[in-house]
Nanobody
Framework: QVDLVESGGGLVQAGGSLNLSCADS????????MAWFRQAPGKEREFVCA????????DYADSVKGRFTISRDKVRNTIYLQMNSLKPEDTAMYYC?????????????????WGQGTQVTVSS
């Protein structure tokens, strides 16, 4: 059983910043990938970014590239999502997810473990 705990969501004005965190509180250090997805009302869940525990190169969706930064803390088994220059279209529930492999996959179905989500709302 994997337990992912997210925090850091909230309400922010357009152009502002938020920092999300996701802690994996149950697993010891392993080689796996962790990702952020988001889902707006009435829309499908979409890939935001991901990072592998052994590969330094993260992967970003085009819509967030240059504005969002994913990082990791191996000691705390935690990933972070620094979101800058936020836009109203970034408004969504943000979910942390992980899988038991190092390969980064952009499809939600590839991730069996999910957090409860944290709401991000960007006002115009």
């Amino acid at each position: 059983q994997v337990d992912l705990v997210e925090s850091g969501g909230g309400l922010v004005q357009a152009g502002g910043s938020l920092n999300l965190s996701c802690a994996d509180s149950t697993r010891t250090f392993r080689s796996y990938a962790m990702a952020w997805f988001r889902q707006a009302p009435g829309k499908e869940r979409e890939f935001v970014c991901a990072i592998s525990w052994i590969d330094e190169s993260p992967d970003y969706a085009d819509s967030v590239k240059g504005r969002f930064t994913i990082s990791r803390d191996k000691v705390r088994n935690t990933i972070y999502l620094q979101m800058n220059s936020l836009k109203p279209e970034d408004t969504a529930m943000y979910y942390c997810a992980t899988r038991d492999y190092t390969t980064i996959i952009r499809k939600p179905d590839a991730y069996p473990y999910w957090g409860q989500g944290t709401q991000v709302t960007v006002s115009s």
